[in-house]
């Protein structure tokens, strides 16, 4: 399932490369430190790369 949704993505971002929800689908993908932000946005950061350590030590 992983790989469909990927794919779907992919093909997305090749046929509509401006439209702004291309762009939203592309930083939804890309998880990057928030610039700014409430601090549940902050928590869930951090959240996220707690578990991502735990899942590559694994």
Do not use: V
């Not at 992919?10 to 928030?34: C, G, I, V």
């Not at 950061?45 to 590559?56: G, Q």
């Amino acid at each position: 399932m992983k790989n469909l949704i990927k794919k779907t993505f992919r093909r997305l971002f090749k046929e509509n490369p401006s439209k702004l929800s291309t762009k939203a689908l592309e930083r939804a993908s890309n998880m990057q430190k928030p610039r700014a932000g409430t601090p549940h946005d902050w928590e869930d950061y951090e959240k996220y790369l707690k578990e991502f350590e735990k899942e590559r030590d694994q």
